[in-house]
């Protein structure tokens, strides 16, 4: 069975400071990670994937199969990144199933 | 860009009756579609994956004949809760799959409350 952890409920940072979403997941074969943001009032959107291993809005995840760990990273919180974030995994069953983590709501405090 | 549109996004019902909410792609085609369930302070719970012309594939432990999903053309998945209760009550959110591109993106989400 396909599991995405998500520890941390809720993580609070002061502007500037940096930032570590985390997630491990669980997974038998090579899986596809994603990082999916909710900002107040609006419908899920896709951060970024692994595959890509692109930098969106000054947001990094490497994919550590060894930990089985995919966590989001930012250096230098904004104000603007306060959401909740939402790790994803797809594995099988067609490349859109994803089974989501449970959240983090990150706080960027001024 | 790619919108996805639920309707209603909120509904009230009374326990016993159906409800049944629709999930649109606006400017794409989507093949496929999938319905979640999100429970307050919890993860999205994948209930069912919809492809266009043929039957709904439902995950584990959830009710065929509870929560009937409809897709008859490419840009139409609806979701029908039969017969609700207020365990049924929830916020569900669609996802559609660009069939051109493989993009998934997310509908606002639909809030049933089932007094």
């Known amino acids: 069975a396909q599991r995405v952890t998500q520890p941390e409920k809720l993580l609070s940072v002061f502007k500037g400071a940096p930032v570590e979403l985390k997630c491990n997941y669980s997974?038998?074969?090579?899986?596809?990670l994603f990082w999916y943001v909710q900002y107040s009032r609006q419908r899920l959107q896709l951060l970024l994937r692994?595959?890509s291993r692109e930098s969106i809005k000054g947001f990094t995840a490497d994919l550590n199969k060894g930990e089985t760990s995919f966590h989001l990273k930012k250096p230098f919180a904004q104000e603007e990144d306060s959401a909740m974030y939402y790790c994803?995994?797809?594995?099988?069953?067609?490349?859109?199933?994803?089974?989501f983590g449970t959240g983090t709501q990150l706080k960027v405090e001024l | 860009g790619a919108v996805v549109s639920q309707h209603p996004s909120r509904v009230i019902c009374k326990s016993g009756t159906s409800v049944k909410i629709e999930c649109r792609s606006l400017d794409f085609q989507a093949t496929t579609m999938f319905w979640y369930r999100q429970f307050p302070k919890k993860s999205l719970m994948l209930m069912a994956t919809s492809n266009e012309g043929s039957k709904a594939t439902y995950e584990q432990g959830v009710e065929k004949d509870k929560f009937l999903i409809n897709h008859a053309s490419l840009t139409l998945s609806t979701l029908t809760v039969t017969s609700a209760h207020p365990e049924d009550s929830s916020f569900y959110i669609c996802?559609?799959?660009?069939?051109?591109?493989?993009?998934?993106?997310f509908g606002e989400g639909s809030r049933l409350t089932v007094l």
């Open positions: 692994h595959i």
């Open positions: 997974y038998s074969g090579s899986p596809e």
């Open positions: 996802s559609a799959t660009r069939t051109n591109t493989g993009e998934l993106f």
């Open positions: 994803a995994l797809s594995g099988g069953g067609g490349g859109n199933k994803l089974t």
